[in-house]
Antibody, heavy 123, light 112 residues
């Protein structure tokens, strides 16, 4: 079955960076868009950006431009998101989610979701 | 402040029907972009409930239905059950801000 398995929880200090990984299985890794979504405590989800695992092309949310980088390693079917200059407002659960196949518009529903990675930013 | 607006909470008794609204604008739902709905149980990741306004993934009961009109969309739950108690989120796409995914702030459904 299609599965996205993420790396473990992280605790970081303000100003530091964090890198979260997401390993895909159960489908052709390079055939589907992957998006990252985060959810701060008690808030609705927030879309962060997408990556094409085939080409490495990316598109990021405007409010994260300059601080976020999404990459992929096709040899191990894994995507990564790195966020720099962390602040307390970046404390959230980070999810990788699968979109539609690359031949479809990038904007679609998200299914499935990874189990989530908790990132806590605290001094 | 979420781009899509949902009521913070709704409630209903077992067996009843409830509706959760999702209000957008002319740069997202009103521009013709599809709306998708997710259910999030406590401590779990969101799960796809409705895609492309009205479609249910396999395994989602037909007690859940969706619709879209103008700049708004709705999720309807009929025959409420205790395990429907969860947070529900709508999602769409917005052509402003160089184009990006947008979510509602979520609606907490309480089954009385």
């Amino acid at each position: 079955q299609v599965q996205l398995v993420q790396s473990g929880a992280e605790v970081k200090k303000p100003g530091a960076s964090v890198k979260v990984s997401c390993k895909a299985s159960g489908y052709t890794f390079t055939a589907y868009f992957i998006h990252w979504v985060r959810q701060a405590p008690g808030q609705g989800p927030e879309w962060m950006g997408w990556i094409s695992p085939k080409s490495g092309n990316t598109n990021y949310a405007e409010n994260l431009q300059g601080r976020v980088t999404m990459t992929r390693d096709t040899s191990i079917s894994t995507v990564h998101v790195e966020l720099t200059s962390l602040k307390s407002g970046d404390t959230a659960i980070y999810y990788c989610v699968r979109g539609l196949p690359l031949s479809f518009p990038v904007w679609s529903w998200f299914d499935p979701w990874g189990q989530g990675t908790s990132v806590t930013v605290s001094s | 402040q979420s781009v899509l607006t949902q009521p913070p909470s709704v409630s209903g008794a077992p067996g009843q029907r409830v509706t959760i609204s999702c209000t957008g604008s002319t740069s997202n739902i009103g521009a013709g972009y599809d709306v998708h709905w997710y259910q999030q149980l406590p401590g779990a990741a969101p799960k796809l409930l409705i895609y492309n306004n009205t479609n249910r993934p396999s395994g989602v009961p037909d007690r859940f239905s969706g619709s879209k009109s103008g700049t708004s969309a709705s999720l309807v739950l009929t025959g409420l059950q205790a395990d429907d108690e969860a947070d529900y989120y709508c999602q769409s796409y917005d052509i402003s801000l160089s184009g990006q995914g947008v979510f509602g702030g979520g609606t907490k459904l309480t089954v009385l």
